[in-house]
């Protein structure tokens, strides 16, 4: 135990001697978290519109402002042409362009009904998306209140409540989401390169002449890396919990429980591409290689249940994915340890799997 022990120690020393790496430790996650957290938005508002009134009445202006006020769009510029909407929207100056004909104002008014027009740029799904129903509702709404459209009575009072995030904040989905996402890339990150770069000094070389077993070397390995992770992951949460005001509802001693559950997988991922790496440069491409999958296939962003079956179980393979609705779980929904058997399980036994072949091919190279 001695000697686990003074493996241990040495590791800490040389975390504690090189600044990079406490930069990276205490600094990076919680201010990429922070960058990420205010950056990475899916609720798309304040949408640049630009706006032909050819009609120039109080009403059209009244129209414009119900717009204005529902936060989704902004009115960026006015013009003067249908080729000046056409050239906005060209360009990329504008998301939507408002087009209000003359005499909208006067066929309202007679019972005509009025054309009324807006041009959407459909390049981009998501805003594009937003753009066309918020318009028509707001549009739907603005004509009931100024009486030309009477209010409609339906047989079924259809009354859908939100539950978990109720005012549907971004942030309650994402910045759990970022808080997993940073633990997977950093802790491998930091492990393997820490690892490497003592082989290329030759240090592991002179960790083998000393009578140390090599279990003894691994656990030594191993555990500084592990407490470092929980702390990085303690500092996410509280930087979530106090930036972004996410809420915990849950046991918080259950999340950090599956939350070092989740670091150990990581870290037996990280320990695999040290074996596996020839220098640092190596081991980082290594563990970047599972960044990408990570953000598309687990669910961070995009829903999962609208994949096709065969990339849908592909991300089963991905340690991100369990641990997202683990943490989503316990954040937002108040989830306890048994609730999450299902995600729990798959990660517990990728711990088992990762860290066996990741010490077998370690102590392999070490023989």
């Known amino acids: 135990m001695g000697r686990i022990w003074a493996v241990i120690h040495k590791e800490f020393l040389h975390i504690v001697r090189d600044p990079r790496t406490l930069l990276l430790i205490f600094l990076l ?4 978290l922070t960058i990420f ?27 414009v402002e119900a717009l204005v006020q529902s936060s989704y769009f902004d ?8 080729q000046e909407v056409r050239r906005a929207l060209d360009l990329g100056l504008a998301k939507a362009g408002l087009h209000i004909p003359p005499n909208f104002t006067r066929n309202l008014t007679a019972g005509y009904g009025a054309p009324l027009q807006m041009l959407i740029d459909g390049t981009d799904s998501t ?3 937003t753009a066309l129903n918020t318009s028509q509702a707001i549009v739907s709404d603005f004509t009931q209140r100024e009486g030309f459209m009477p209010v409609q009575v339906v047989p079924i009072q259809f009354e859908p409540r939100l539950w978990y995030n109720p005012d549907l904040k971004n942030s309650f989905f994402l910045v759990p989401g970022l808080a997993g996402f940073l633990l997977q890339l950093l802790i491998p990150m930091i492990t393997a390169t820490a690892i490497v770069r003592e082989k290329e000094l030759g240090n ?11 279990y003894q070397l691994i656990l030594g390995k191993i555990v500084p890396y592990l407490l470092i992770g929980m702390l990085i992951a303690i500092s996410v949460l509280l930087a979530s919990r106090y930036i972004f005001h996410v809420p915990i509802r849950g046991n918080p001693l259950t999340l950090l429980g599956l939350t070092l559950l989740f670091l150990t997988v990581c870290l037996g991922i990280g320990l695999f591409a040290s074996t596996v790496a020839q220098n640092q440069q190596q081991a980082s491409q290594i563990v970047m290689f599972f960044a990408a999958p990570s953000v598309l296939l687990s ?20 340690p991100l994915t369990f641990f997202l609705k683990i ?3 316990i954040v937002l929904k108040g989830l306890g340890f048994w609730d999450l058997i299902p995600q729990i399980w798959p990660l517990t036994l990728m711990a088992i799997l990762v860290l066996s072949l990741s010490i077998a091919k370690f102590r392999k190279r070490m023989a």
């Not at 957290?37 to 129209?63: C, I, M, W």
């Not at 592991?204 to 090599?214: A, G």
């Open 37 to 63: 957290g205010f950056a990475v938005n899916t609720d798309v508002k304040h949408l640049a519109t630009v706006v032909y009134d050819e009609d120039q009445s109080p009403l059209s202006r009244r129209l």
């Open 29 to 32: 996650p919680v201010m990429e």
């Open 204 to 214: 592991i070389e002179q960790l083998l002449v000393t009578p140390i077993k090599s």
């Open 299 to 318: 669910g961070f962003i995009f829903p999962r249940e609208t994949m096709p079956i065969p990339i849908y179980y592909l991300g089963n393979i991905i």
């Open 75 to 82: 009115v960026s510029q006015r013009v003067q042409s249908d």
């Open 327 to 329: 943490i989503r779980g």
């Open 127 to 129: 805003p594009a998306t």
